[in-house]
């Protein structure tokens, strides 16, 4: 499975962005799809996820994030909004199908004045 991850990019404080991933050819073999993040020194954690149609959401965002998937364009989206410092970090586009995880490239997301 390819991961092509976009969207990442400088913002404002409460300003917003939204992240794509896309996965042409495998979307729908995919079971879990996700967003994870990590910052320099800490452990990569999740962000949100979606599974069967349900969402989760790591506790830090919720009600900040929506993850999103459309799938014509076999693409899974994180829109990102009242961003503060705190969401700086790397983000990675997340798949598993069965037993096995695939990862996209990271985009980087720097929240600062």
């Known amino acids: 499975v390819q991961l092509q991850a976009f969207g990442g990019g400088l913002v404002q404080p409460g300003g917003s962005l939204r992240l794509s991933c896309a996965a042409p050819?495998?979307?729908?073999?995919?079971?879990?799809m996700g967003w994870y993040r990590q910052v320099p020194g800490k452990q990569r954690e999740l962000v949100a996820s979606?599974?069967?149609?349900?969402?989760n959401y790591a506790d830090s965002v919720k009600g900040r994030f929506t993850m999103s998937k459309d799938n014509a364009k076999e693409t899974v989206y994180l829109q990102m909004n009242s961003l503060n410092p705190e969401d700086t970090a790397v983000y990675y586009c997340?798949?598993?199908?069965?037993?096995?995880?695939?990862w996209g490239q990271g985009t980087l997301v720097t929240v600062s004045s």
């Open positions: 979606l599974t069967r149609g349900i969402t």
């Open positions: 050819g495998d979307f729908f073999s995919i079971h879990v």
């Open positions: 997340h798949a598993r199908r069965g037993s096995t995880n695939f």
